[in-house]
Nanobody, 120 residues
Framework: QAQLVESGGGLVQTGESLRLSCIDS????????MGWYHQAPGKQRELVAN???????HYADSVKGRFTVSRGDAKNTVYLQMNSLKPEDSGIYFC??????????????WGQGTRVTVST
């Protein structure tokens, strides 16, 4: 009932910026929260930013002041603006939507992941 498609990863140098995008291409379910997770090589996936349906944003301490999560005008899209990137930001970024159907069923969907590499 949903399909999350990510884009925007790539290779950048330390201090540069990237903007990740994630869209629910089916746009059927109601999105109750949107999040971005980071998985560094050999480590567990960790939440870096979350945006609630009331546009309340929360960030991991490691990215506060550098990353910004926002929702697109179409409401089924979320962005992650990443500034002042550091090598430790490298890894795969996954978007996550928590969603609800018209009948009240809850769903949790993940994007396919997009790789970010920050070189020194």
């Amino acid at each position: 009932q949903a399909q999350l498609v990510e884009s925007g990863g790539g290779l950048v140098q330390t201090g540069e910026s990237l903007r990740l995008s994630c869209i629910d291409s089916m746009n059927i379910l109601t999105i109750t929260s949107m999040g971005w997770y980071h998985q560094a090589p050999g480590k567990q996936r960790e939440l870096v930013a979350n945006l609630t349906s009331t546009n309340s944003a929360h960030y991991a301490d490691s990215v506060k002041g550098r990353f910004t999560v926002s929702r697109g005008d179409a409401k089924n899209t979320v962005y992650l603006q990443m500034n002042s990137l550091k090598p430790e930001d490298s890894g795969i970024y996954f978007c996550n939507f928590q969603m609800r159907s018209a009948w009240g069923y809850e769903y949790n969907y993940w994007g396919q992941g997009t790789r970010v590499t920050v070189s020194t």
